[in-house]
């Protein structure tokens, strides 16, 4: 079951919560912001939903352009980034990412549900640092997120 949100969605389909989205502790707690890319509604609120019921502080972009206006505020501890993206595919928005300076530090988690032979090395040269298939159960996403940030 998916709860309401309390995001506000911006221009570009960027959804912001309406709360702090720093890494800084929070009351002798971090809560760590997520950056999920997907330009699919239903994947960006199920990634919402088990996230959150996880701890993490969820920011969402539906394609490169949301992306870019997002990092601009927003510095998140890791990225999970659809392959099939509008306009700029998942591959090429992450290799840009990576050769940021600002953004290079960023882990970038590949979900995608047309996994071919051959796309984790391309991942790894992409600048991925994960690889996953689709549809990914939701005890394991919230465990590859934490091997990738610590926690």
Do not use: C
């Not at 997907?38 to 993490?56: I, Q």
């Not at 501890?77 to 509008?86: F, G, K, S, W, Y």
């Not at 700029?88 to 990576?98: I, N, Y």
């Amino acid at each position: 079951m998916l709860r309401a949100s309390n995001s506000s969605s911006g221009k570009n389909g960027n959804h912001l919560p309406n709360q702090s989205i720093n890494n800084r502790p929070n009351k002798g707690k971090q809560k760590l912001t997520i950056l999920v890319v997907d330009d699919d509604e239903t994947n960006l609120a199920l990634a919402r939903a088990l996230l959150e019921a996880d701890g993490f502080i969820v920011v969402t972009a539906v394609d490169a352009i949301s992306t870019f206006d997002v990092l601009k505020d927003v510095d998140p501890a890791l990225i999970l980034m659809d392959i099939q993206l509008p306009g700029m595919d998942g591959w090429e928005l992450t290799r840009r990412l990576k050769r940021n300076v600002a953004t290079s530090h960023i882990p970038i988690i590949a979900l995608t549900a047309y996994g071919k032979h051959g796309d984790a090395e391309r991942a790894r040269e992409a600048g991925f640092s994960e690889f996953v298939a689709k549809p990914v159960s939701t005890r394991e996403l919230p465990a590859i997120i934490r091997k990738h940030v610590g926690g």
